[in-house]
């Protein structure tokens, strides 16, 4: 192989793996700011909630909840 296409190569690798880093830290910095407060974000209330369902009604699952506000 030639010199340049492996230094070619290699600059290629290390821009590729620094954009994805930036990219990480980015979804990171995003997700510190704005949290998910949606019921399905907490996995023991999804948990829970599943074996209740599990045990009142054998057999089936739970596939989407919804919240209802009242006032």
Known sequence: M????LIT?????VAVMV????LGGVIRLLTALFPDHSPEA???L???IDKAV???????????I???KEG
Do not use: H
């Not at 030639?2 to 296409?5: I, R, V």
């Not at 954009?19 to 930036?22: D, E, H, I």
């Not at 599990?54 to 989407?64: D, H, I, K, L, M």
């Open 9 to 13: 190569c290699g600059i290629a690798f």
């Open 46 to 48: 999804m948990g829970a």
């Open 54 to 64: 599990g045990e009142a009604f054998p057999g089936s699952r739970v596939t989407r």
């Open 42 to 44: 907490d996995p023991v």
């Open 2 to 5: 030639q010199t340049n296409l």
């Open 66 to 68: 919804e919240l209802k």
């Open 19 to 22: 954009l994805l880093s930036l």
